[in-house]
């Protein structure tokens, strides 16, 4: 976030300078070229930045995670969001941690990544019911039996189509 906001400053001196060079070329340029050259380049280093953040972002995963959905961002005060959305959030699936029990083979235990802009990644242990289509987070409370039963868990219906839920349930430990 800082290298950000110090490449959009940077940006904006850069814009000035080039505003302030072509006024100094042409004379009739008018003043208010300076800061409307600082803040388009300003504006377009931080949409750049926006529009980038998914791209480097996946880049830098480690293997054995991989992208299973993304959350598209359209915003009024953004028009050009409207005719090409920007990702700003990402779900990925750790298929290196994924663990089957040998008495429930149908589920299947992986852990799955947040991915929000502007915010840290957030890591949480999920079990995935492949053949009812259906997802536990392994949060405070939760208990694994030795088993392979959950006890505990609170399970949300995703269904089988589900992203997440598809990719998970690929997954082979």
């Not at 994924?98 to 429930?104: D, F, K, L």
């Not at 939760?142 to 992203?163: M, S, Y």
Request: aromatic share 10%.
């Amino acid at each position: 976030m800082l290298y950000e906001l110090v490449a959009t400053i940077a940006a904006g001196f850069l814009g000035a300078g080039v505003a302030l060079i072509a006024r100094r070329m042409v004379r009739s340029l008018p003043r208010w070229l300076v800061p409307i050259g600082a803040g388009s380049a300003m504006l377009i280093v931080a949409i750049a930045l926006e529009y980038s953040w998914f791209d480097r972002t996946r880049a830098g995963l480690p293997d054995g995670v991989e992208v299973a959905m993304t959350r598209d961002n359209r915003a009024f005060w953004r028009p050009w969001t409207y005719l090409y959305a920007f990702v700003d959030g990402f779900i990925a699936v750790d298929k290196g941690s994924t663990r089957n029990h040998a008495n429930v083979p149908q589920n299947r235990m992986v852990d799955i990544i947040v991915f929000a802009r502007w915010q840290p990644p957030t890591r949480v242990r999920a079990v995935f019911d492949c053949d009812a289509g259906r997802r536990a987070d392994i949060v405070e409370g939760v208990t694994l039996a030795d088993d392979g039963a959950i006890n505990g868990a609170r399970w949300v219906d995703t269904g089988l189509d589900h992203p997440v839920t598809r990719m998970a349930c690929a997954a082979t430990s």
